[in-house]
C-alpha cells in the first residue's frame, strides 16, 4: 500500500478524529459537571471495589448515578447519586476502607 492509499475502514476519516482519545467522551469526564457535585474519584473507586468484594455489582450512569446488582439474591436497586450509594452501601454493611 502507497503512502496516499487509505486501509479498508478508513475511508472519510479525519486525521483530528484518529488523535482523539476515548476519554474525551465517556461519562465519567468530571469536567461535565459543576465542581460542587464531582464525586471524589477515588473514594467513588474504594466503594466500589468494595461492593465487589461483597459479592455486589456497581455500573455507572450517565448522570453520576449508580445502578447495584445484587448477585446471591439476582435482585437491583437504583442509586440517584454518591450519596445515595454511600447510604445503601451502610445498609448492606459495605464499608469503605
Known amino acids: 500500500m502507497s503512502a496516499h492509499e487509505k486501509a479498508a475502514g ?4 479525519s486525521e ?9 467522551f465517556t461519562p465519567e469526564n468530571d469536567l461535565d459537571f459543576p465542581t460542587g457535585q ?7 473507586a474504594n466503594l466500589i471495589a468494595q461492593f465487589a468484594l461483597a459479592g455486589h455489582a456497581v455500573h455507572k450512569g450517565r448522570d453520576l448515578d449508580f445502578t447495584v446488582i445484587y448477585r446471591k439474591y439476582g435482585m437491583s436497586r437504583y442509586c440517584q447519586d454518591f ?3 454511600q447510604a445503601f452501601a451502610k445498609m448492606l454493611g459495605v464499608k469503605p476502607c
Not at 16 to 24: N, P, S
Not at 38 to 44: F, N, S, V, Y
Request: aromatic fraction near 0%.
Open 16 to 24: 483530528a478524529a484518529l488523535k482523539t482519545t476515548h476519554t474525551e
Open 83 to 85: 450519596a445515595a450509594l
Open 10 to 13: 478508513m475511508l472519510g476519516t
Open 38 to 44: 464531582r464525586p471524589d474519584q477515588k473514594r467513588l
